[in-house]
């Protein structure tokens, strides 16, 4: 079931921000038409992807220079993979499917203690 997270209009284009819903912390990109929902997490050492350089779908760590696609979070320049979730916008709402989809790396436990920029959500 999809969670509504925020109203689109409360995102700025080209830019991501972290929202805790139901107990998990979701990055939203908003690229001026679409959304895309992912773990604010980098799978290489943990960076704020919040913090960096979006292309289009895709996403560079400031850290390291890791790449991923938002659309289905595979490394663009090496094996890991991001955690995405589905995300569309529907009636304004930024609406967010936070199921696991199979073969998709878990969120694991502990792992969003440093988040800085963080809206509460429910
Ligand atoms: S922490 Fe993201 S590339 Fe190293």
């Known amino acids: 079931m999809a969670e509504s997270v925020c109203d689109v209009s409360s995102l700025k284009e080209g ?19 679409d959304v895309f929902a992912f773990s604010p997490h980098c799978p ?13 779908d895709a996403v560079r760590c400031h850290w390291h220079g890791w790449r991923f ?11 890991a993979e991001l955690k995405t979730y589905p995300a569309s916008i529907r009636d304004g709402e930024v609406m967010v499917e936070l199921v696991e989809p199979e073969g998709q790396p878990k969120q694991e436990e502990g ?3 440093f988040m800085p920029e963080i809206k509460w959500k429910n």
């Open 15 to 33: 830019q991501a921000r972290v929202y805790r819903v139901n107990g998990k912390h979701v990055a939203i990109y908003f690229d001026g038409e």
């Open 44 to 56: 290489h050492a943990r960076a704020n992807l919040t913090k960096g350089t979006f292309q289009k």
């Open 69 to 79: 696609s938002l659309q289905d979070g595979k490394g663009l320049n090496n094996d």
């Open 111 to 113: 792992e969003d203690s």
